[in-house]
């Protein structure tokens, strides 16, 4: 299981629903199913601890910490392991801290807030490194770690809307294992500007003449202010003029998605100039997106991992050809191509190439800016088949990019730079390359969503025997 990744939904092989674990306080780990104090032995991927019953059955304990003994109660029981989380515990583990958010424990958004921070990265590492030790790789020494502030980072978020059978409103992230809403008037890991804005935005929705035909609330920070993008999922002349006042009052962009089959977007103030900027050397490019784009929400890590990208890549000769997929708005290509580099950016969405040309021609820089479906062989070979292409970053989704790596497989490139959301796609793929004869060079942790498992990383790849691709030349080996 990745880290980060919930676990999807099964039939449950036994009781479902909350269990005490505790059947008579006997020593730790023993008497089976009797037992109730556990010994943690370790953290699985998406940070739970890890613990064995005194019959051996595995129990996952939602936070527990490596070194502690706890008393768990059992809220899962499945075939081959259990599911718990903690009633108390018996011994803490010396990086046991308190939360810094009066949600942790219910608000299912942070999972490791009892962890230091020290601990949850030094967790990330490891689980990077052994997600690739499953599929044979062991790349030399400790993945380098890029990291920033564990709090008020957040620049972007999804917040869900209900109202209840009472009518009262609810406003904010789902309550862990449930689809419940957990309500929210603070949150520490958003940008101060989002965080500020979750009360007045409860008592709004609660003043609404229709607050139930609200489906959810967007929020963003950007350099050009913050936008509020409102789910509506049926038009209310009075309450568009209610939110109107609302974005006025505190000089908010606000839009609106509105209908429930095919929803329109329009926005309910000038549309602003969304943007965002990159720092490369001494300039700073301005990346333009629209909502709904993706965009990193850790805008400081975000810097990391491209001024990382660009040195791990250079140097760079003038003209040099370097293709950029899974490219999004720009957030690799811009910075390459302000370096000098020939860049070819792809994206599947028409949408976003054209956004990705117009935020280069906004940067008067040169590029070019390409649709392809690169999960096609046929795609895949026309990009790869450029005399003079001696580098590649890919940086897709959660999903991977196995077909790109088959490709770069059959089709060795120098160097290969590829950025991940999740560890055990890339490890998978990464696997393809390294078999063919690719070697990781260096590889880091990005800290992208501090208390949480979820975590990024990059590998860079060379290819001994590559060698260098001249005008002409063929890119079959």
């Known amino acids: 299981m990745g880290l980060g990744q919930r676990r999807p939904a099964r039939k449950s092989a036994g009781v479902s629903g909350l269990q005490t674990a505790k059947r008579g306080q006997k020593a730790a780990n023993g008497g089976g199913d009797q037992g109730a104090i556990l010994t943690i032995d370790g953290l699985a991927h998406d940070g739970r601890g890890v613990g064995r019953l005194g019959d051996g059955k595995t ?33 803490a583990s010396p990086e046991r801290i308190a939360p810094p958010c009066a949600h942790y424990g219910t608000c299912g958004g942070c999972d490791l807030q009892h962890l230091t921070l020290d601990g949850q990265r030094r967790h990330k590492q490891a689980v990077l490194r052994e997600l690739l030790a499953r599929q044979g790789i062991a790349p030399d020494g400790e993945p380098e770690l890029l990291a920033e ?13 209900k109202v209840d059978a009472d009518g009262r409103v609810h406003l904010g992230f789902r309550a862990r294992h449930s689809h419940r809403l957990v309500d929210l008037d603070d949150c520490p890991i958003l940008v101060p500007a989002l965080a500020a804005l979750l009360a007045p935005l409860h008592r709004h929705l609660a003043e609404l003449e229709a607050p139930r035909q609200v489906g959810h609330l967007e929020l963003s920070s950007s350099d050009a202010g913050v936008t509020l993008v409102v789910r509506q ?12 006042e609302f974005a006025l009052a505190r000089g908010l962009h606000l839009a609106r998605w509105v209908g429930r089959e095919s929803p329109a977007f329009e926005w309910l103030t000038p549309a602003p100039d969304l943007h965002a900027h990159l720092a490369v050397d001494e300039r700073s490019l301005r990346l333009g997106f629209a909502p709904g784009d993706f965009l990193q929400a850790n805008e400081a890590v975000n810097q990391r991992m491209v001024t990382e990208a660009l040195a791990w890549l250079s140097p760079l000769a003038p003209g040099e050809r370097v293709l950029d997929l899974f490219a999004g708005v720009g957030n690799f290509s811009l910075p390459l191509a302000a370096l000098g ?56 989704p959660r999903d991977g990019a196995e077909a790109v790596c088959r490709a770069l497989a059959e089709r060795p490139v120098p160097r290969v730079l590829y950025v991940s959301c999740d560890p055990a796609t890339l490890a998978r793929d990464a696997a393809h390359l390294v078999r063919a004869g690719y070697v990781i060079q260096r590889w880091a942790v990005a800290d992208m969503f501090a208390h949480t498992a979820h975590l990024e990383s990059m590998l860079l790849l060379e290819h001994p025997d590559a060698g260098q691709r001249g005008e002409g030349a063929s890119s079959d080996g």
């Open 149 to 161: 502030a564990g709090e008020g980072y957040r620049r972007r978020a999804r917040l869900g809307v």
């Open 341 to 396: 580099a020939e860049v070819t950016a792809v994206e599947g969405s028409p949408a976003m190439v054209e956004r990705l040309a117009d935020n280069a021609r906004r940067n008067a820089l040169e590029l070019t800016a390409r649709q392809a479906d690169l999960s096609r062989a046929e795609a895949l070979g026309t990009l790869l088949d450029v005399p003079g292409l001696r580098q590649v970053l890919l940086d897709p």
């Open 233 to 244: 999922l049926r038009e209310h002349d009075g309450d568009t003029r209610r939110w109107r």
């Open 59 to 91: 129990v996952f304990v939602d936070g527990a910490l490596p070194g502690e003994r706890v008393e768990i109660a059992v809220h899962r029981t499945r075939q081959r392991f259990d599911e718990a989380h903690v009633r108390e515990v018996v011994e």
